[in-house]
């Protein structure tokens, strides 16, 4: 089910470049103003309720997810939502407030490969302050998804999803695409002619948008290989179509598509030809893709 964000502000984009000013070395801020979730892990299409402290007036509480890349970093805010000041006979200073934040239910989430990560950070501002507070904590969003093969993918920077051969293809059958989990499926062959013993390579990668050559070329992706595995498949001759499971090793992220980084889990399958071109079928299946990906 996905779910419409609602649309961010000028006052959400100076959020973030706050934060790029101030960096994000510590969970919380611990100048001015405090804030105190009330747990430490989110699941996506959750509220996540806490309390402010130690700023007066309204303040806006936002989401913003974390890219860390080799690159740099990049933030993105995903929700704001407004703390409510909190006042009694004890407390007349109104310098508490308590919040609701909804985590939107096509959040991406948090993960870390071998050199990149995603997470998530809420940051409090005054809203009648131009100076936004140092308040910020760090949470840790988790999510449910469904393995599937997106027939197209709108950015053009991004991997292709399946390409078939010219005497097969690939298609999946079921998979969990993280660390612990597997990835099943089926080679089908065209037509009858046999074809013999193929090879099906797994791999898991982590990609991340490397800096541009120069100004306005167009987005370049780097990848390291985090894990890879190797098998022969065999299509009998009475058959159109052979089954295949691989067991993914634990340790490894959830197969994410995010702004700057993915990590992607890609089955490929190739057939060895005497005096001609090898005969590749590749899939790409998603997991978790952020929304609207941006440029």
């Not at 089926?186 to 541009?212: K, Y």
């Not at 399958?269 to 893709?289: G, I, N």
């Amino acid at each position: 089910m996905s779910v419409a964000l609602r649309p961010i502000d000028r006052r959400a984009q100076r959020t973030a470049a706050v934060m790029r000013s101030r960096g994000l070395g510590c969970d919380r801020g611990a100048s001015e103003t405090v804030l105190i979730p009330v747990r430490d892990r989110a699941c996506a299409g959750e509220a996540l309720a806490g309390e402010v402290l130690g700023r007066l007036g309204p303040v806006t509480i936002s989401l913003i997810r974390v890219e860390q890349t080799p690159s740099g970093r990049r933030l993105r805010a995903c929700r704001e939502t407004i703390a409510t000041p909190v006042s009694s006979e004890s407390d007349a200073t109104r310098s508490r407030a308590r919040f609701e934040l909804d985590i939107p239910e096509d959040a991406v989430p948090s993960g870390r490969g071998a050199q990149c990560s995603l997470s998530y950070t809420l940051l409090a501002r005054s809203r009648h302050s131009a100076v936004a507070a140092n308040g910020w904590a760090a949470i840790e969003v988790v999510a449910r998804g469904q393995a599937h093969v997106k027939p197209r993918v709108e950015r053009f920077d991004r991997f292709i999803a399946g390409v078939p051969a010219r005497l097969f293809h690939i298609e999946l059958h079921s998979a969990v695409l993280a660390g612990d989990g597997y990835i099943a499926g089926r080679v089908h062959r065209h037509g009858r002619r046999p074809l013999g013993t193929m090879m099906l390579d797994v791999r898991c990668t982590e990609a991340w948008r490397s800096r541009p050559s120069w100004r306005g070329a167009p987005p370049q992706w780097d990848e390291r290989v985090m894990w890879a595995a190797t098998a022969p498949i065999q299509l009998d001759d009475d058959r159109r179509w052979a089954p295949f499971r691989c067991e993914i090793p634990s340790g490894l992220p959830a197969a994410t598509e995010a702004d700057t980084l993915g990590w992607r889990y890609d089955v490929a399958v190739s057939r060895r030809l005497r005096h001609r071109p090898d005969q590749r079928a590749t899939l790409t299946p998603l997991l978790f893709e952020a929304t609207s990906l941006s440029a």
